[in-house]
């Protein structure tokens, strides 16, 4: 399974690291994503690093403020978030990608909020 | 970036009934597309992927079909559980894209 954490209140204009944590498999065997679900919207693709662990990609609305990252040893991935606003507040989930998004975390709620 | 349009927004449906979603993308997405089931406060389940592969574990009466640019999800015969927000995703090339989602509601 994938359990996600570090999510919470932050103030706009803050930083939050985000940490996703595999269980029962390696991670560093697959592509791993984040996803994230705004209260009563559709689910957005944020960011991707592949199985090498070197190839990254982000979504427009992210890029520049956002940054994916995983520790091998830790068997975790984890989503820098900088310069948050109020369009961030959401759910986050992490998601591994075998030959497709197959396993999903629980999701964790960032709000973004003075 | 590749748009996914999904259509309709929202079928209501009875139990029992067939269930008929369309996707569409912006461009050729060869058969690099899956669909989802999202069920109120719960993460996605991945139900298809590359166009018509079914996961272990998913009924049978869910099934995909298309290529390039239009896709379908079937639902043979409609379970009550099966009422729920579907979205398609497509992994064809960076960003990946999710389509806005269909809402199936028990009418």
Redesign the interface.
Known sequence: QLVESGGGVVQPGGSLRLSCEASAFTLSGYAVHWVRQAPGKGLEWLAVILYDGTNKYYADSVKGRFSISRDISLNTVYLRMDSLTSEDSAIYYCVRDATALDLWGQGILVTVSS | ?IVLTQSPATLSLSPGARATLSCRASQTVGNHL?W?Q?KRGQ????LI??ASDR?TGVPARFSGSGSGTDFTLTISSLEPEDFAIY?C?Q?SS????????TRVEIK
């Open positions: 970036e899956s989802f999202q993460a996605p389940r991945l992927f590359d996961p979205y995703l992994r960076w960003p990946l894209t999710f389509g806005g989602g």
